[in-house]
């Protein structure tokens, strides 16, 4: 495919939120809008959550207190707000109680809708049911569920009695989940007992029962039960809670400060990490970027698969329903039946805002024919996040999967962000796999290891001053926080991804900081070795590592896996990849060796674990393996250094 930007057209224009926010704080455009955030964030942020109909219970003294420095803001010393009364707002509104909130079809295709006005009666029931099992404000809460209905009113439950979230994936085994739980202090565990995944029911039981075992402090299991599964004696189903009485009990207020959620991330070495998001901060900063990245509002339908226990699950969750737009939710497989499956969910519920990794668009264009079934001419804007995308697999989901002439919007900042650092708007040209803006709020730069701006070459993404979003500390373990963030460039937050700003001030994403390859005293992210190597028709995904070498420091070693009807040769294919890459990068960069795998070693959320990969393929030790859907990927990676 040509590399040719996206360009935005009138209708980009007319129905842009970003710039009905911009007019809304007497700004003449976007360009104006950014640099006011940057300039005067504390204006910036006070008409951005007016306009966003924030709900305060008392209005802010001010917009933040640094008085202990940058590394710790106070947001919005003053004020009062419990997050959830913003979702709350759209079934008060008579104009809007009745609009369907929450689409959750299961992978039977069972579907079932609940509209603002119920969805606000059943988080207030099954927050009376919490506090009647003894959950107080402050307690923390384990959620260990697939993503449905149940999930949803779980997290606006325990919001809203001012306790705090825990989030789980529910593929997690044993050793994962205590690992999170324990250093939390969680007593309360809401759990489901199993669900279908591929047409298989997938036993959660046998883990919560190791989980109880290792952790005794778990006083009480509240189960979300599939049909016919009994639970242990003395504990408590979801739907028990569910069928408490409408109390009409407000949300508890709280402090912009307080936590609603901890939600642990494998770091990379040693034990998971646990940022901590507040009332004041992720909520704000999601339902900002909604409306001016995602340009979602009230009677859109938005969906994006993903898991509750990463950050995009909350992410997806409050998104729809800070903005008053429906929320479609699945938590089957993408490709169940087959590769259909994600066009008919678009065409059945009119999907006009769709979100993918780009792991699960690589499987959608290499299964092209079966993922275009459906029609999809409902899609106004389409998502990408998680990872790095190449270029190609990105114009592929903006100019084949989509509709419209919908621009694809990417993405990108971190559990420890709440929302983006980097992304796109649709009033601007977009370039093939690229970011053209920082997000608004975001004094942010790419700059060379000693933190002086660059531009057209790699550095590391680097925020200058506190900003909206930004996790509170890590759960009671501040000196970490400031370890993994603050301590390379005293003064700034050191991000530990790589990009390129070019020349034009548009964004390439190049990876981690730690994934990192410096071959022949040159430093090279490895997605510009990726991208290369993708536009190749036989490949359907790359990674490329650096593995220590005496002559160059470090030689470069790619990884492919051929798209799944390729029946050539597959020492001729690796010749070819290591061709292209020498003559598109230079001869200093030709790989040491290509390799062809069966599989990549991914999270559960479709990461490319490059950093494992290196591990394995060196013999070293590899660290946290809890968020590794696919294990067995590792020995095969490793029997290959021997070839």
């Not at 209708?11 to 809008?33: G, N, T």
């Not at 901060?281 to 999601?286: C, T, Y």
Request: net charge negative; glycine share 10%; aromatic share 8%.
């Amino acid at each position: 495919m040509d590399m040719i930007p996206w360009l935005p057209q009138r209708q980009h224009f007319e129905r842009a939120q970003v710039l009905k926010l911009a007019a809304a704080l007497d700004l003449e455009d976007y360009d104006s809008l950014l640099a006011s955030s940057v300039a005067d964030p504390a204006a910036y942020w006070r008409g951005a959550a007016a306009w966003l109909g924030l709900r305060w219970s008392r209005e802010p003294d001010a917009y933040a207190d640094l008085s202990k420095g940058k590394e710790f803001p106070r947001w919005w010393p003053g004020g009062q707000l419990n997050w959830v009364n913003t979702v709350l707002a759209v079934a008060e509104d008579p104009n809007s109680a009745s609009r369907i909130a929450v689409i959750d079809e299961a992978e039977d295709g069972t579907i079932r809708r609940l509209t603002y006005a119920e969805l606000a009666v059943l988080v207030r029931r099954f927050a009376h049911g919490l506090r009647a099992a003894g959950v107080a404000r402050g307690d923390r809460v384990g959620l260990l569920c697939d993503n449905g209905i149940e999930a949803t009113v779980s997290v606006l439950a325990i919001a809203s009695i001012g306790a705090i979230m825990v989030p789980l994936f529910s593929g997690f085994g044993c050793e994962a989940v205590v690992s999170r739980l324990e250093p939390a202090g969680v007593r309360v565990l809401i759990a489901t007992t199993g669900f279908m995944r591929r047409g298989k029911y997938v036993d959660m039981q046998r883990v919560v029962a190791e989980v109880r075992a290792a952790l005794p402090g778990i006083e009480t299991v509240i189960w979300k039960t599939a049909p016919g599964v009994t639970i242990p004696g003395g504990d408590l189903t979801w739907d028990q809670l569910a069928a408490s009485e409408d109390d009409g009990r407000a949300a508890e207020v709280m402090d912009p400060m307080d936590p609603f959620m901890v939600i642990y991330t494998s770091g990379t070495t040693g034990k998971p990490k646990g940022p901590v998001h507040t009332h004041g901060g992720f909520p704000l900063r999601i339902a900002h970027d909604a409306a001016v990245h995602f340009n979602l509002g009230a009677g859109d339908v938005f969906c994006w698969p993903a898991d509750m226990g990463w950050i995009a699950g909350t992410l997806v969750m409050s998104t729809a329903l800070l903005r008053g737009a429906t929320l479609v939710l699945y938590s089957g497989a993408p490709d169940f039946p087959d590769w259909s499956r994600l066009s008919c969910l678009i065409k059945s519920h009119k999907i006009t805002h769709f979100g993918s990794a780009p792991t699960l668009i690589r499987g959608l264009a290499a299964n092209e024919a079966l993922a275009l079934t459906h029609d999809r001419s409902s899609l106004q804007l389409l998502i990408t996040a998680g990872e790095v995308i190449d270029a190609e697999h990105f114009q592929w989901f903006q100019n084949v999967f989509a509709a419209n002439g919908s621009p694809v919007i990417n993405y990108t900042g971190g559990t420890e962000v709440s929302g983006a650092l980097l992304a796109s708007v649709q009033v601007r040209p977009i370039r093939p796999g690229g970011f053209n803006t920082v997000s608004p709020g975001i004094a942010l730069e790419i700059t060379d290891p000693t933190g002086q701006p660059v531009e057209g070459e790699v550095g590391e993404i680097v925020i200058r001053e506190p900003f909206i979003g930004m996790t509170a500390s890590f759960w009671q373990d501040d000196a970490r926080y400031l370890d993994s963030y603050w301590s390379s460039l005293p003064g700034s937050w050191l991000h530990g991804d790589l990009a390129i700003r070019t020349a034009d001030g548009a964004y390439m994403m190049m990876g981690r900081s730690d994934d990192t390859l410096k071959v022949a005293g040159k430093r090279l992210g490895p997605a510009e070795v990726e991208e290369v190597v993708l536009e190749m028709p036989e490949i359907s995904e790359a990674a490329a590592v650096g593995i220590a070498d005496a002559d160059k420091g470090q030689k470069l070693v790619v990884f492919v896996l051929p798209m799944p009807d390729f029946a050539g040769d597959a020492s001729a294919l690796c010749k070819t990849v290591g061709d292209l890459v020498a003559n598109r990068l230079g001869k200093p960069f030709r790989p040491g060796i290509v390799h062809m795998v069966s599989q990549l070693p991914k999270t559960r959320s479709g990461k490319i674990m490059r950093r494992l990969i290196r591990q394995a393929y060196s013999g070293e030790k590899t660290g946290d393996l809890s968020s590794l859907d696919n294990p067995e990927a590792l020995p095969l990676i490793a029997a290959l250094r021997s070839q």
